[in-house]
């Protein structure tokens, strides 16, 4: 993300509103984190090394009362605050997603998850939203419908549970013509075969298409998925098939509709990094678990079913963290040709390149100069951290 300070807190107001939902607004007992917390022990293998896909004859995590409270209380603010981080990223670059009231369909919310962030995002953005999500599970759906009950962020909710056809949530496309749709930590989940996963994502492409060739709207479809290697190198694969097909053409993280270049090494992956002080009965439950979470990991693709001219054509983005070594700065920068190495040396730092000694991943370049090794020259720089609503 371009525009993050190096940490920031995680919003009060939505914090707030969080517990609200989880607890009526009060400061959870020590009992009750303790719980949550020995629960998430339970769950959170099942998610990260099972990647939550669904176990021969044993009942999934979405339907046990026990996991999807502790989802709700561990994963739900965390995974929420990304929704929020990608809509302020394309806002702040000048492409304002909600300019006109979004009808936004969600796949596989779990408890609301994605509601929360674009909720609150739209809330302080004066953004209007009339959200659906919709789960396999009734019970992460009721789970979703009780914390929006009390309605903190004042933006609609509905939340339907599916039928056995996994594919009905194609019926709601139809009926509520969302004008965005997403599938946050989900998508590998619904469909574990990429196959399939790209067949689904094609026909929802051209389904979009087919409603905005009706009532002229833009459409967007949001992708997140975890930052681990093996999901960001699915997703970034996933992306490469639809842009080859005409199924989507890239808004963000990517700048135009290159190839991604992390694809090259089988070792390498793409991801957001974004450190947040999380609230203290986040970080309770964490510990009571063994996890510790201090920053935002995932993986991302925003596009139009649509084509849609590139925010930055032939832009460069900083992909990886930066490496301070001896006598020199250096990271990885994203460019139509693939990754490349960019440097600074201490000695040999000037005022076109100096800003690169304190540069970070996320950041945006409307055009570069380097030479061989890949020492930089100079650098027309998208401005970080330009009035964000994250601080
Ligand atoms: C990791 S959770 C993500 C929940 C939420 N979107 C979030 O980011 O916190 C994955 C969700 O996908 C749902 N899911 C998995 N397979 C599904 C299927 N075949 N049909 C519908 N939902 C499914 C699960 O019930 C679960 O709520």
Redesign the pocket.
């Known amino acids: 993300m371009f525009f993050l300070p190096e940490k920031f807190s995680f919003p009060a107001d939505l914090e707030q509103a969080l517990r609200l939902g989880l607890w009526r607004g009060n400061d959870p007992s020590e009992k009750e984190l303790e719980k949550l917390g020995t629960q998430l022990r339970a769950l959170w293998p099942k ?1 990260a090394q099972e990647r ?1 896909f ?1 176990p021969a004859g044993a009942a ?1 995590y ?1 339907f046990r009362r026990e996991d999807a409270e502790a989802y709700a209380a561990y ?2 603010p965390a ?1 929420a605050l990304k929704v929020a981080l990608v809509l302020e990223e394309s806002y702040l670059l000048g492409k304002d997603l909600l300019a006109d009231p979004a009808i936004w369909l ?1 796949v ?4 609301g ?2 509601y929360w962030g674009a909720a609150w995002w739209c809330s302080r953005r004066g953004k209007k939203l009339r959200f659906t999500g919709w ?3 009734s019970l ?1 759906t009721e789970k979703a419908r009780e914390m929006t009950a009390r309605n903190p962020l004042g933006q609609e909710a509905h939340f339907v549970a ?1 039928d056995k056809n ?1 594919d009905s949530y194609f019926a709601l496309v139809r009926k509520l013509a969302p004008t965005h749709l997403s599938f ?3 998508l590998a ?2 469909y574990p075969e990429p196959e399939a996963r790209h067949a689904a994502l094609e026909k929802l492409s051209s389904l979009l298409r087919e409603l905005t060739r009706k009532d002229g709207k833009e459409r967007w479809v949001l992708l997140i998925e975890p930052g681990s290697r093996t999901s960001a190198r699915e997703l970034a694969a996933t992306k490469d098939h639809l842009q080859n097909k005409g199924a989507a053409h890239l808004l963000l993280p990517c700048l135009d509709n290159r190839a991604c270049g992390a694809l090259a090494n089988p070792k390498d992956w793409c991801h957001e990094e974004a450190a947040c002080d999380f609230p203290a009965w986040l970080n309770q439950i964490g510990a009571v678990a063994g996890l510790r979470k201090e920053s935002l990991l995932f993986s991302y693709a925003l596009y139009s079913p649509a084509a849609l001219p590139a925010l930055f054509p032939d832009g460069k983005r900083i992909v990886s963290q930066r490496l301070e070594r001896k006598g020199q700065v250096e990271c990885r920068i994203c460019t139509r040709e693939g990754k490349q190495l960019v440097r600074v040396q201490h000695s040999k730092a000037h005022a076109e390149n100096e800003f690169f000694l304190k540069s970070c991943r996320g950041e945006i370049w409307k055009s570069a100069a380097w030479e061989a090794k890949g020492d930089l020259l100079q650098a027309e720089r998208v401005p970080p951290g330009k009035e964000t609503i994250f601080s």
């Open positions: 998610l939550g669904q999934h979405s994963y739900l995974n969600d596989g919310t779990g408890p998850t994605a789960d396999q599970s992460f599916a996994s946050v930590n989900s989940e619904i």
